[in-house]
């Protein structure tokens, strides 16, 4: 990634039972999550929250950390192994696009993309130094965003259609954009939650018809008792 400006993630400690010893925590930062003081501008453990905030010189190292770590990486504790949620501080996320071709240019992703959120960059991927073409962009775009509205699987910008993921998305289906269904055609989709919601209907009615003549009997009964009540006093 080719996005450059200071950036900081969060490491989640709060699956454990206990805080871990810092020099632990500084352990999993440079062997684990393999960062190192040319990176780093600051490392913060959180007194007041099971937290770990890494100030790092790069955003685009920020969010390589990402992607590569987030959920792929335990840290032991007493003998048990905890995995980490790793994230941008701010609380955006990343969103990989991953068919676009080279016409389309970051501004009109970015543009694109403020229907799901708040847009913060739109970078461009590059090939790792494992690699004799390092450093080369390999096609990929990584947009860092607040997400406010669910993200669908597939998206069409520009009139180029692109598969777009990110961790904890609800897939869906290329098609018909509901939920991915997989072993059945979009048709028998539709007709199966149709099946289900007319269920649904079936089994609630009854009950809510149940409740409402059962309010509409204590209200009966709670006239007659307010008649008799007068009629005794006449």
Avoid at 80 to 105: F, Q, R
Wanted: proline content about 4%.
């Amino acid at each position: 990634m080719t996005e450059t400006g200071i950036a900081t993630i969060k490491l989640d400690f709060s699956s454990l039972p206990a805080k871990p010893p810092p020099g632990d925590v500084i352990d999993f930062i440079y062997k684990k999550i393999e960062l190192s003081n040319e990176q780093i501008v600051r490392i913060h453990i959180k007194s007041s929250s099971p937290t770990v905030h890494v100030e790092l010189k790069d955003q685009s190292v920020a969010l390589e950390v990402v992607e590569r770590h987030d959920g792929r990486q335990s840290f032991t504790f007493k003998e048990k192994s905890y995995n980490i949620p790793i994230s941008m501080d701010d609380g955006s996320k990343i969103v990989k696009i991953h068919d676009l071709s080279a016409k389309v240019k970051n501004a009109k992703i970015a543009n694109y993309m403020r229907e799901y959120g708040e847009v913060i960059s739109v970078t461009e991927g590059v090939w790792s130094e494992n690699f004799p073409c390092a450093g080369l962009p390999n096609g990929f775009r990584y947009v860092r965003l607040i997400i406010k509205k669910d993200i669908p699987s597939y998206l069409r910008i520009q009139g180029e259609t692109t598969l777009a993921t990110h961790r904890g998305q609800q897939q869906t289906c290329r098609k018909c954009e509901r939920a991915v269904h997989y072993g059945m055609s979009c048709l028998e989709n539709r007709k199966l939650t149709s099946q289900r919601a007319n269920l649904n209907e079936r089994l609630t009615s009854p009950y809510a018809s149940i409740t409402a003549t059962a309010h509409m009997d204590e209200r009966r009964k709670s006239e007659e008792k307010e008649t008799a009540i007068v009629d005794n006093k006449t």
